[in-house]
């Protein structure tokens, strides 16, 4: 059955690429090459970017198994993220020219989910519902990484104060949304509003306090997205 897929992924991307009457293709190919980078192993609501960037091929398709994922960068980089344990195959036949390859990347999912803090899992799906975006789901996908990330650069020590948390979280967020950003008013003023209760509350006065809310906001993020 897995050989039968490959040779089916490799027929799809063939079309597009054997008959092409490009005039500007060289007389000697530039050889191809595959190559898969990301991740083998990943807890449970981590997000995990699978990447052929390093590639020489000109088109890609991929073959994608159960969870969140989302295709980005014309099909060079994948974002994936599960909320159950397992193996997760991905399948990315790429073409250039007359030339074809098929590689395999395995992700391994372990551990438990991180828990929202506070209630705040339960809160964001609320506050998504406000926002009104063609895009909805790819958008949640790419904020919940955009809180991922800025919570690995918390724990790496790089960022300390409130303040300079809160710009890197909305020049992140400005990042991963670019024009779409202001569509997000919604949610992001009554995440606002959250933090600034939580601050009140003396639960979100440490940086360890910041990363554990900032993941638990990528966790209620990706869950919401499951529903789209």
Known sequence: MKSFILLLLLLLLLP????????????????????????????????????????????????????NHLIIDDGRRVV????????????????????CDVAIHTVTVIGDPATPSDNLGSKISGWCDR???KTKRDDVLVLAQSFSSVALIMEGGTLTTPGDI?????????????????????????LATE????????????????IRIWKAIAYGLRRYAETL
Request: overall charge negative; hydrophobic content about 35%; proline content about 6%.
């Open 166 to 190: 809160v710009a890197a979280t909305y020049n992140s967020n400005k990042d991963a949304l670019g024009e779409r950003l202001e569509d997000w008013s919604p949610f992001r003023e009554a």
């Open 131 to 133: 926002v009104d975006s």
């Open 80 to 99: 994936f993220s599960s909320g159950v344990g397992g193996e997760f195959q991905f399948i990315v036949a790429c073409a250039m020219g007359d030339q």
């Open 195 to 210: 933090l600034k209760r939580l601050a009140v509350d003396s639960k979100l006065q440490t940086t360890e306090d910041h």
């Open 16 to 67: 597009a690429t054997t008959y092409s009457q490009d005039p500007n293709t060289p007389a000697t190919p530039v050889p191809l090459k595959l190559m898969v980078e990301g991740p083998t192993k990943i807890k449970i609501g981590d997000l995990a970017i699978i990447s052929v960037e390093k590639s020489t091929a000109s088109s890609f398709k991929w073959l994608m198994p159960s969870g």
